[in-house]
């Protein structure tokens, strides 16, 4: 569907057809049937971590706080990008207007980028736990929590409202065909008609920032808590000490090993199917994984989760 150009940089493209993760129809129950077990895994998961931290009192401190909001990203991110999806594959309809291919864009940017800050906020407050205990609880206090929080929802809406905006001035006259199963970047630079170069810099540069900066932090906190740890003398509280960051360092290393594959490999003109499996571990498998990760090593949110489980059964 085309529409006339109104002026210079209007788009000449009114809709994008989302080519989907296979083109074979016979195929298309499959993975609905799939990304629909997927998605309910995952927003069940992400929400009991989130029911668990709200009802415990034990869990009331500033790691299940960031590990709550971390749990609402991943609901969020999830919700951005496979309803939609499993909304074309029943209707074997795959247009997507172009305001909705850009909202949809907008938000995905806005929850991963938030994502970025907040595993930034969790491995500082892992550094002050471990290797500064005693001054903790003031360095880590309510305000602090909501502060960086805040901070990182700033961020994130300037950088995705940047991106957004510098999409809008690109022309798009076709072809409209995305090779993907939702809206992104690079795919969309690959169908503008006009100069994406400013757009790519763009991208490659903020994209630095939102990844670079936040990863020199996580490393340069774990390098200090790895100091920490190897001078506690018993066994008993190095395991305990190790095991809260071993959740935190595996959900980093999906998060970022992916994102960065995704997004710095500039110049690329292939739109491969590689890029759509890396779409399924950033908006699906991730936050899928995160609450198993989460709740499979930490005994504190395994017994939350169990003392609400035994509140319903008791309640039937």
Known sequence: LMEPEA??????????????????????????????????????????????????????????FFLGNLSVLDVGCISVT?????????????????SACLTQLFFFHLLAGMDCFLLTAMAYDRFLAICRPLTYSTHMSQTVQRMLVAVSWACS???????????????????????????DLPQLFQLSCSSTQLNELL????GFLMAGTPV??????????????????????????????GSHLTVVFLFYGTGIFN????GSEEASDKDKGVGIFNTV???????????????????????????????I
Not at 27 to 51: D, E, H, K, M, R
Not at 263 to 266: F, S
Request: overall charge positive; some cysteine.
């Open 157 to 183: 809406f300037t950088n995705t409202l940047t991106h957004t905006l510098a999409l809008t001035t690109l022309n798009f006259c076709g072809p409209n065909e995305v090779n993907h199963f939702y809206c």
């Open 7 to 64: 002026g210079t940089n209007k788009t000449a493209v009114a809709e994008f057809i989302l080519l989907g993760l296979v083109e074979t129809p016979e195929l298309w129950p499959v993975v609905f049937v799939l990304f629909l077990f997927a998605y309910l895994v995952t927003v069940g998961g992400n929400l009991s971590i989130l029911a668990a931290i709200l009802q415990e009192p034990k869990l009331h401190t500033p790691m299940y």
């Open 216 to 245: 020199v932090l996580i490393i340069t906190s774990y390098i200090h808590v790895a100091a920490a740890v190897l001078q506690i003398r018993s066994a008993e509280g190095r395991k305990k000490a190790l095991s809260t960051c």
């Open 203 to 206: 991208l490659f540069a903020l």
């Open 285 to 315: 498998i991730n936050p899928m994984l995160n609450p198993l990760i989460y709740s499979l090593r930490n005994t504190d949110v395994q017994a939350a989760l169990w003392k609400i489980l035994m509140g319903r059964c008791s309640l």
């Open 82 to 98: 496979v309803p939609a999806m499993l909304g074309h594959l029943l209707s074997h309809k795959r247009a997507i207007s172009y």
């Open 263 to 266: 997004y710095m490999r500039l």
